[in-house]
């Protein structure tokens, strides 16, 4: 388990936008898969985004494709999630995580460190 510090969320209308940051420790960054989960109470951690770091492959979530992009900055350790055309069904906590390679990207069982949540709320 790593910290791993995340910044933004907040609310907004449908159809507008958030931006997400999530940064990791140097020496946990590389050869990971990281990237975004989340969660709505009552229902089960769901992967949203996440980008290789080494490489940049980046797999999403079907619920978010066209609309949610992750990139990433290797340089100063950091992922973002852009996230576009917000719909109220967007509205959860999002947990950044953390999971080596070769860990199946956006797969619960496959992370090893959690960051400590950020709300998102998409009001209709």
């Known amino acids: 388990q790593v910290q791993l510090r995340e910044s933004g969320g907040g609310s907004v209308q449908a159809g507008g936008s958030l931006r997400l940051s999530c940064e990791a420790p140097?020496?946990?960054?590389?050869?990971?898969?990281m990237g975004w989960f989340r969660q709505v109470p009552g229902k089960e951690r769901e992967g949203v985004a996440t980008?290789?770091?080494?490489?940049?492959?980046?797999v999403y979530a079907d619920s978010v494709k066209g609309r949610f992009t992750i990139s990433k900055d290797n340089a100063k350790n950091t992922v973002h999630l852009q996230m576009g055309s917000l719909k109220p069904e967007d509205t959860a906590m999002y947990y950044c995580?953390?999971?080596?390679?070769?860990?199946?990207?956006?797969?619960?069982?496959?992370?090893?460190?959690w960051g400590q949540g950020t709300q998102v709320t998409v009001s209709a």
């Open positions: 995580t953390l999971a080596p390679a070769p860990a199946q990207p956006l797969v619960a069982a496959g992370v090893t460190s």
């Open positions: 980008v290789y770091t080494d490489g940049g492959s980046t």
């Open positions: 140097r020496f946990s960054y590389m050869r990971k898969w």
